[in-house]
C-alpha cells in the first residue's frame, strides 16, 4: 500500500526560507501535489510536479523530487506571515489508495512563523 | 471561492442520530471526491463519485452512504452517529478521470460534532 509521510510541525523565522519535507512509499506513484490549509478553510492546491520531473519553481515556491530516495520538497522563500498554514504533500499513483483518480495525503505540517 | 460549495458548515448533532451533508462541485467537474479529516487519521478518503457512479471506495464506514445526483450533486450520509464521527468532511472536484494530474478543487468543508 501507499504511505506519505511529513514532519508534524515547522517553526521559521519570518524572511528566512522554510522547508516542508515529505516521503512517499509507492514508487509508482504518477503526480505529487502540495496543498495548503489556512485556519477554518479548504484545501488550496499550490503547486504540483509529474513524476519524471526533479524540479519545478514557482515564484517563491521550488519543489524538489528524488524519484529514488521517494523524498518530496517544498520550498517557500522570504516566508511571510500569511504564508502561516497546514501544508499538504499528495500523491496520485496507479494504486492511489484515494481512490481510481484521488490522492493520497499526508496528515500535514503546521508551518509556524516566528517574528 | 474555490467553486466547490458545502453545506452546512457547521453541525451539531446527538449520538444516534443521522445527517446528510451536501457538496456542489465545481462548474463543469464531473468527479466527486468526499475526505474525512481528524486530528489523529489526518484525511481520509471516503468515497469517489463520476458522473453518477461510484468509482472508487476508501475508508467509508458501513454506516456511511452516499450518492451522486443527475445534476452532479453529492450528498454524504452519516447514520447512527458516534463520537468519533467528529470531524471535518470535505467535498472535493475535478473535471478529468484517467491520466494526467488530476487537481482536485476543495469546498471549506462541513465542521461536524457529535455530543
Known amino acids: 500500500g501507499e504511505d506519505v509521510e511529513q514532519s508534524l510541525f515547522l517553526s521559521v523565522r519570518e524572511g528566512d526560507s522554510s522547508v516542508i519535507n515529505c516521503t512517499y512509499t509507492?514508487?509508482?506513484?504518477?503526480?505529487l501535489y502540495w496543498y495548503k490549509q489556512e485556519p477554518g478553510a479548504g484545501l488550496q492546491l499550490l503547486t504540483y510536479i509529474f513524476s519524471n520531473m526533479d524540479m519545478k519553481q514557482d515564484q517563491r515556491l521550488t519543489v524538489l523530487l528524488n524519484k529514488k530516495d521517494k523524498h518530496l520538497s517544498l520550498r517557500i522563500a522570504d516566508t511571510q506571515t500569511g504564508d502561516s498554514a497546514i501544508y499538504f504533500c499528495a500523491e496520485r499513483s496507479r494504486s492511489s489508495g484515494g481512490g481510481a483518480d484521488g490522492l493520497t495525503f499526508g496528515k500535514g505540517t503546521h508551518l509556524i512563523i516566528q517574528p | 471561492d474555490s467553486g466547490v460549495t458545502q453545506t452546512p458548515k457547521h453541525l451539531i448533532t446527538a449520538t444516534g442520530q443521522r445527517v446528510t451533508l451536501r457538496c456542489s462541485p465545481r462548474?463543469?467537474?464531473?468527479?466527486v471526491y468526499w475526505y474525512q479529516q481528524s486530528l489523529d487519521q489526518g484525511l481520509q478518503f471516503l468515497i469517489q463519485y463520476y458522473n453518477g457512479e461510484e468509482r472508487a471506495k476508501g475508508n467509508i464506514l458501513e454506516r456511511f452512504s452516499a450518492q451522486q445526483f443527475p445534476d452532479l450533486h453529492s450528498e454524504l450520509n452519516l447514520s447512527s452517529l458516534e463520537l468519533g464521527d467528529s470531524a471535518l468532511y470535505f467535498c472535493?472536484?475535478?473535471?478529468?478521470?484517467?491520466?494526467?494530474?488530476?487537481?482536485?478543487?476543495f469546498g471549506a468543508g462541513s465542521r461536524l460534532t457529535v455530543l
Open positions: 472535493a472536484s475535478s473535471a478529468r478521470t484517467g491520466g494526467g494530474a488530476n487537481v482536485l478543487t
Open positions: 462548474s463543469g467537474d464531473l468527479s
Open positions: 509507492d514508487s509508482s506513484s504518477t503526480y
